[in-house]
């Protein structure tokens, strides 16, 4: 948490006369102690993320944009910081919470009991699902349970990675990004992608060759990830989500990138 915590700089001037009185020895000592509070600009924030997951965070014209930009922007405009993002692979954003290279993660990022040894997280801020994608024609995926056995594409170390290794006789093909296994998809390398449903519908979108079953294979809570030993910035974070929340304002950020 490199520059969250405010510095207070001190600048201790002390003047120290000491004239001597007299002859006999005696001694005045007169201290002049001026204190100045110097509050630094408080700098910067640093979002960890996987700029690969649209509608939260992609690139758009060579920027990162999405709902979780701006919910990040929030957070830094509210606690008067500069937004620094940090694009990175999803499996690493942990690891930059914990080492303090980034101050928090958002990556439509789910909150789970693994997660939870290593960082805390915010309230949630979204309830999502596991969506499965298969190719247009194909009817023998219906839902979750004809995955017994199938080859699955999954993006490293999510949630759709965690849960697919659940499923009986099933292989899990692992890429880097959810956009490789759509690939993949298409071309007939796996039976199915499991991916959280905005970006599967975004990935969906446009694209003949695939669809999104209705049927989710699991919910789950996204949240924001925040070291262990940084309770301060934790409670900033959630009092800021509740009034996003409360102000109208998160529904404002969501509807500009999710078209019900
Ligand atoms: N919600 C999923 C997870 O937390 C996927 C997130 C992502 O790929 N950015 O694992």
């Given at each position: 948490m490199k520059k969250f915590t405010k510095l207070l700089a001190c600048v201790l001037t002390a003047a120290v006369m000491v004239t001597a009185v007299g002859c006999g020895g005696n001694t005045e000592t007169t201290e002049?102690?001026?204190?100045?509070?110097n509050t630094e600009t408080a700098g910067e924030i640093v979002m960890a993320t996987n700029a690969e997951f649209p509608p939260y965070e992609f690139r758009e014209g060579g920027e990162i944009v999405g709902i979780d930009v701006e919910i990040a922007q929030a957070i830094a405009e509210k606690l008067g910081y500069t937004l620094k993002i940090e694009d990175m692979a999803f499996d690493s954003i942990i690891p930059a919470i914990q080492s303090g290279k980034a101050d928090m993660g958002l990556a439509g990022m789910t909150v789970t009991e693994d997660r939870l040894v290593n960082v805390n997280f915010s309230d949630s801020y979204v309830t999502a699902y596991q969506a499965i994608i298969v190719k247009a024609d194909n009817t023998d995926i219906t839902?979750?349970?004809?995955?017994?056995?199938?080859?699955i594409g999954v993006q490293l170390g999510t949630t759709g990675d965690i849960y697919?290794?659940?499923?009986?006789?099933a292989t899990v093909e692992r890429y880097s990004k959810g956009f490789e296994a759509?690939?993949?998809?298409?071309q007939g390398k796996i039976d199915a992608v499991i991916i959280d449903v905005e970006p599967a519908k975004e990935f969906a979108k446009d694209n003949a060759n695939i669809k999104v079953l209705d049927t989710p294979f699991t919910e789950e809570e996204y949240a924001i990830a925040i070291a262990k030993d940084n309770e301060e910035l934790l409670n900033s974070v959630n009092?800021?989500?509740?009034?996003l929340k409360e102000s109208g304002k998160f529904d404002e950020i969501k509807a500009k990138y999710i078209s019900e």
């Open positions: 002049n102690t001026e204190t100045t509070e839902g979750p349970d004809s995955l017994t056995g199938k080859k697919s290794s659940d499923i009986e006789g759509v690939q993949a998809l298409e009092e800021v989500l509740k009034e």
